[in-house]
């Protein structure tokens, strides 16, 4: 189970950092959002790697 969610985890910090990104592109917002999407999408990445490596 710790493993499934570890790949659900990932695939998700995965694919909202690109969409934040577009958002950025195509509408703005205040700069500090960006580094702080950044760091949120970097944590949850590396619990799911730690989940996924933990469950083996």
Known sequence: MRHHIGI??????????PLIVLY?????FQLIIMPVCLTIG?????IGTKLREGAS
């Open 8 to 17: 659900f985890l990932q695939v998700c910090a995965m694919t909202f950092l």
């Open 24 to 28: 950025q592109l195509n509408f703005g």
């Open 42 to 46: 970097v944590i949850v990445f590396t």
